[in-house]
């Protein structure tokens, strides 16, 4: 019989990677700048939700939070706390990850804002055939 835990953790990865190969066809595929912005986020949340997970640990019958709470830890007390502890540096990469990535979409949508602007349109391949 299969664990609760152990399946949703399928088919969170399961979902993860549909949404990252959607995310990736709609980077590569569309020719709508709008679209491709779009599709970029969602990547980037999925790289995120995967970054999280790896440092997840499945301790039972829960993971403990990353602070020692005694001054003068004993060993047994570290050994326990290294074993079901969380790694605290995923999740901080990840509010870094967050962060610089809305600068970076915000950025992108003013250029797209200029594009529209000054070409009229949001498709791509029309842009390059104005261009010449």
């Known amino acids: ?29 569309r020719p ?46 570290i050994e326990h706390f290294v074993a079901k502890a969380v790694d605290p540096l995923p999740p901080a990469l990840v509010l870094t990850g967050v962060v610089i990535g809305l600068a970076v979409m915000l950025f992108l949508i003013f250029l797209s804002i200029q594009a529209y602007r000054l070409f009229g349109t949001l498709n791509i391949r029309k842009i390059v055939r104005m261009r010449g």
């Open 1 to 29: 019989m299969i664990d609760l835990r152990t399946y949703l953790f399928t088919v969170t990865y399961i979902a993860i990677v549909v949404n990252t190969v959607i995310a990736l066809y709609g980077i590569f595929v």
């Open 32 to 77: 709508n700048i709008l679209k491709k912005i779009i599709a970029l986020s969602i990547f980037g949340d999925c790289t995120f939700i995967y970054a999280i997970i790896i440092g997840f640990r499945k301790a039972e019958p829960y993971p403990e939070i990353p602070i020692m709470i005694t001054q003068q830890p004993s060993k047994e007390y």
